[in-house]
DNA sequence: CTCAAATGTAAAGCTTGCTTGACTTTAATT
DNA sequence: AATTAAAGTCAAGCAAGCTTTACATTTGAG
């Protein structure tokens, strides 16, 4: 799952605990999402939504398997 | 969180079996996320969207606080 | 009413998401 | 070069998502 936070916060000029302060999560999951360790909850998804007023799709996007040509 | 798996699942006549073949997940699973029990996971509600051809937000809603009037 | 399919529920176990605490590395500033 | 904030990483532990097996309840067709 690739995804768009570190752009995202960036164009907000967020830290990383910045951000976790505001999705009440600590800074390591925000860090491990970040760099694609692992996916957030579905709630967790949501509220990153809401902070970043963007549907969620475009916020996450499943990688998809490259067409083989 | 509120969702329209119910509604969606009828809409398609499929069998809570049915979608957890589709899904790649158990019919417990299926049966557990339409009745409230629990959320899916990110990817599972991806697959979830993709399926039933809509945004998560409009499959999935957080149960918002009601204003108190 | 009967039978079968569908739905609901529960327990035990594995995997993944998230926490805290601690430490290291990177990058920017002086 | 020294300092400091930010980012990165690791380990141990708890919580949530999902599995399998098994059984009970509900629904609908005949």
Same mark, same amino acid.
């Given at each position: 799952?690739?995804?768009?936070?570190?752009?995202?916060?960036?164009?907000?000029?967020?830290?990383? %605990?910045? =951000?976790? +302060?505001?999705?009440?999560? @600590?800074?390591?999951?925000?860090?491990?999402? #970040?760099?694609?360790?692992?996916?957030?909850?579905?709630?967790?998804?949501?509220?990153? %939504?809401? =902070?970043? +007023?963007?549907?969620?799709? @475009?916020?996450?996007?499943?990688?998809?398997? #490259?067409?083989?040509?």
């Amino acid at each position: 799952m690739n995804n768009r936070l570190k752009e995202l916060r960036a164009q907000r000029r967020w830290t990383q %605990a910045d =951000l976790a +302060d505001k999705l009440e999560v @600590s800074r390591q999951t925000v860090n491990a999402i #970040e760099k694609g360790k692992y996916d957030p909850s579905l709630p967790l998804a949501f509220k990153l %939504a809401r =902070l970043f +007023d963007s549907p969620i799709e @475009s916020i996450f996007q499943e990688e998809t398997l #490259e067409p083989s040509r």
